[in-house]
């Protein structure tokens, strides 16, 4: 008897294993997918290039440079994520550890992945600037980005017009609150699951990559929520203050 209990308890870790290599892997597909796009954009760009006459490939040259300076950074992340993943294990993207860090690392990590889909002087900082050097966050830079990367293409894809993000400051913790007007009509039951801790209950929906999204904050051990104010969709992602040493 102990035994059987034994060899189905064995089974069962490898069934939990082979499920988890699956969403770890569709994870990463995300992750490069996302990356991919401002390779999509100057393809694009290129072959409206082809058929333009002298002014207009004038015009459209500036645009051109800017988008290859996109594809040469989205290349190199995703070069360094695939190494990574070669490095470490078979499951892409689990957060190994977190560590703290500087504020300002978070604000870097969020203007780039933002600057691949929007303008970046829509973000709106709201930090105590004398504050800066007194705090650090915790989190997973390969987590985090994950989640922003999924989060502001599912943003970019379902704007109606307004958009943007505020870096809030509370007593206790940091927020990133990402909002958009949406084209979609976007129920109170939608919302529900998402904040719904039971992800079971999440994944019975078509979730638009929230399952990736829900799985990585909880592994950094962050908090979130989303909400609808008016025509706005908002998550907010909070990252707890840790005073220095």
């Not at 690392?105 to 004398?130: A, G, H, I, P």
């Not at 799985?215 to 989303?226: A, H, N, R």
């Amino acid at each position: 008897m102990f035994e059987q209990k034994k060899n189905e308890l064995s089974h069962l870790n490898q069934l939990q294993e082979k499920i988890n290599y699956v969403t770890n892997s569709v994870n990463s597909m995300h992750f490069i997918r996302n990356k991919l796009g401002p390779l999509k954009n100057y393809l694009a760009m290129v072959e409206d290039y082809e058929k333009a006459d002298r002014d207009k490939r004038k015009r459209i040259e500036p645009y051109l440079k800017k988008e290859r300076t996109k594809i040469s950074s989205s290349i190199t992340s995703i070069l360094q994520r695939a190494e990574y993943i070669l490095k470490k294990s078979n499951n892409p993207f689990n957060v190994y550890k977190v560590e703290k860090q500087e504020i300002t690392n978070l604000f870097t990590l969020l203007r780039s992945v933002w600057s691949y889909m929007f303008d970046t002087q829509t973000l709106e900082v709201n930090w105590d600037k004398n504050n800066l050097g007194k705090f650090l966050v915790q989190y997973n830079d390969a987590g985090l980005e994950l989640v922003l990367s999924n989060w502001i293409s599912n943003m970019l894809k379902n704007h109606s017009g307004k958009y943007g993000v505020v870096l809030g400051e509370e007593k206790n913790f940091y927020s990133l609150d990402f909002y958009n007007s949406t084209k979609q009509n976007i129920s109170s039951k939608f919302i529900e699951d998402f904040n719904n801790s039971n992800r079971e209950m999440i994944s019975r929906r078509e979730t638009h990559g929230l399952i990736e999204i829900k799985d990585f904050i909880s592994q950094m051990d962050l908090d979130s929520i989303m909400y609808k104010d008016g025509d706005n969709v908002h998550f907010v992602i909070m990252f707890k203050k840790y005073e220095r040493d």
